[in-house]
């Protein structure tokens, strides 16, 4: 078998967004989906980071990765290049270990977003194509540049950016006679390391593309950026990834159970000198549950906690509520709950935000944690809410449920 390595690059200074390649990208470390992405391809047959950081290296390892060595702080730089990163690698390997991949991949942290097959299908361009330096990642460009000027100042005319042999005027030309355009991804390069070590490249002169589908396009620089991919990885994209494939809500919801403390309310607790305890929630989590019933669907609160405010808000909710159940028996009530209701698990929507949620999440169809939900609770579940618990939380969810209802209808 041909020596195939992933090389994901990952240094630890980040200006937009700090420390982003270890931070928590949809329940899991950045870095970790672009571990996933080389471990899980059928050709990879080793994955390495290159990083100059030492807390990068020991979760690059936690998720399967090696890191060998640590990169020069000179080679980890705002301005320092793909190219010298790679060269490091690859005569640091070849004169410690003797090893020269065939084939190295690069895999960009910053664009997490990969269909299953894409790692192996770069590989696989390099192998049929004997001429080929680089394959690389490319999806149909959103701005055709034939339509951009150069701008050489408010006071000067503009000047035409590319021409068209045949179209004397390409920016006033209808864009279905254009040459179609593609624009260069982060996702995934295969590139032979001849290419690397003799032509001095990433990509040598015969560049083949591989096509990706645009809705995987992902490029992360901003914490905005970081929102609106999150909520792709969660809006259904089948995609490889670092933990179990999250599954789509129930088409024919009956049930939603909800936790208390963190879920119905923020998780915050006062209490007064007599021990009488209040708890904060939002008026606006019941919105919605009335037209929900009448519809068909339950709604009901599963509680370890055995304050009588469980019962007393569930009240005012207007839903039905268990308490006092223990930590280690919630998966045991909600089971004999739909025994009772004679509901189907996939029919079940279970809604949590801490660790005794858990044992819900493995029975319900579809597990929904609040947005401030503990991280490993985040990373088991199916779908993450934008709000937090006894912040409107319930009521994301309802509203979500309610469309797919009126859908149905």
Sequence with gaps: MKNILALIPARGGSKGIPRKNIRSFAGYPLIAWSIAAAKQAQLVTRVIVSTDD????????????????????????????DLPVFEHALKWLEETEGYRPEIVIQLRPTSPIRPKTMVDDAIRILQTHAD?????????????????WRFNGEEKPLEQLL????????YNAPRQILPPVYWQTGHV???????????????????????????????????????????????????????????????????????FDGVVTDNFVLTDENGKETVSASRSDSMHIKT???????????????????????????????????MQNKGKVMREVLERKKVRAEDV???????????CFEIAGWSVAVADAYPEVIRAADYVLTRRGGRGAIRELCEMVLKRVENRE
């Excluded at 080929?132 to 951009?148: E, L, S, T």
């Excluded at 599963?302 to 839903?319: C, F, I, Q, T």
């Excluded at 929507?349 to 005794?356: E, Q």
């Design 54 to 81: 030492e807390e990068i290296a020991a979760v690059a390892r936690e998720w399967g990765a090696e890191t060998p060595f640590l990169r020069p702080a000179e080679l980890a730089q705002d301005k320092t290049t």
């Design 132 to 148: 080929a330096d680089c394959a690389r990642g490319v999806v149909p460009a959103a701005q055709n540049p034939f339509k951009m």
């Design 163 to 170: 021409e068209v042999p045949g179209i004397p005027e390409p």
């Design 189 to 259: 390069d295969a590139i032979r390391a001849a290419t690397i070590l003799e032509k001095k490249s990433l990509t040598g002169d015969t560049i083949y593309p591989l096509t990706i589908d645009p809705k995987f396009t992902v490029d992360i620089d901003t914490p905005a950026d970081w929102v609106k991919y999150e909520a792709v990885i969660y809006g259904g994209l089948e995609v490889v990834s670092p933990g179990k494939p999250r599954k789509q809500m129930p088409e024919n919801v009956k049930l939603i159970l909800c936790d």
């Design 292 to 326: 929900l019933r009448e519809k068909g669907v339950e709604t009901m609160i599963l509680s370890s906690e055995p304050n009588p405010v469980v019962l007393a808000r569930a009240k005012k909710m207007g839903v039905e509520a268990i308490h006092g159940i223990g």
């Design 349 to 359: 929507i279970y809604v949590g935000n801490d660790l005794n949620d858990l044992p």
